[in-house]
């Protein structure tokens, strides 16, 4: 590997950037590809560079058909900020830790974060939308409300909306989504981008207690995070 093409490697992975090493089997030329450009020895084709952005949001490594290329995918832990330090959270956490994800937890109730429910997770006590701003949601990130409160879950969905966050779900019934689908669209939301969030959140599963609601949300932000991978490489 050259010494530039290596310390773009590491700028990339000190910055958290999502990024690909593509390297010719044929004669181990290499390049970094990102999601809006490349730098090294391959002469990467419009084409090719389609499927290797493709492979990176799709975090698939393995060798492109017919090309002789081998496409190596560096992505950061995902994330989840989780708004409500309630009994759900308590159940979600930890599971999501289990997952792989970096896990957030948001919200002004300070009793409510330091009574032990999110235990060993990394807390904010500020309102919702202040805390968004130091999360900064990315392509990488989850965000689930669960607070049943309109003054904590619609900023935090505001915000996530302005991001662009891969999974945004919010707690309540379909009546409570249905106002709340409403209220933002009272402050400027589209129909189209109030589509984002999943509400009620989570797969039905006919769910009941937290710890169940939770395996539903966690399930599905899974699926979500891994959509169009089933497929995979034919490699």
Not at 96 to 124: C, K, M, N, Y
Not at 210 to 233: D, F, H, N, T, Y
């Amino acid at each position: 590997m050259k010494r530039d093409v290596l310390h773009q490697i590491e700028e990339a992975r000190a910055r958290k950037h999502t990024f690909a090493t593509v390297t010719s089997l044929a004669t181990g030329a290499q390049s970094v590809v990102r999601a809006h450009d490349q730098f090294g020895d391959l002469g990467l084709g419009v084409t090719q560079l389609t499927e290797i952005r493709r492979r990176i949001a799709q975090d698939l490594s393995g060798v492109m058909d017919d090309s002789g290329l081998f496409v190596r995918i560096y992505s950061p832990p995902a994330r989840m900020v989780i708004v409500g330090a309630v009994h759900i959270a308590q159940a979600l956490a930890p599971m999501a830790q289990l997952a792989g994800f970096d896990v957030t937890v948001i919200d002004p109730r300070e009793a409510f974060v330091r009574s032990g429910t999110v235990g060993g997770v990394h807390a904010i006590v500020e309102w919702p939308d202040d805390g968004m701003k130091q999360v900064k949601p990315d392509s990488r990130t989850a965000v689930v409300t669960l607070t049943h409160d309109p003054k904590l879950d619609d900023p935090a969905l505001a915000a996530a909306l302005r991001t662009d966050a891969f999974y945004i779900g919010a707690l309540g019934s379909k009546k409570t989504h249905a106002q709340r689908l409403a209220r933002l669209g009272e402050i400027g939301f589209t129909a189209a981008q109030c589509a984002r969030i999943i509400g009620p959140v989570g797969l039905d599963i006919n769910a009941l207690t937290p710890a169940e609601i939770a395996v539903s949300i966690m399930a599905q932000v899974v699926e979500r995070l891994r959509a169009g991978s089933r497929r995979g490489p034919k490699s």
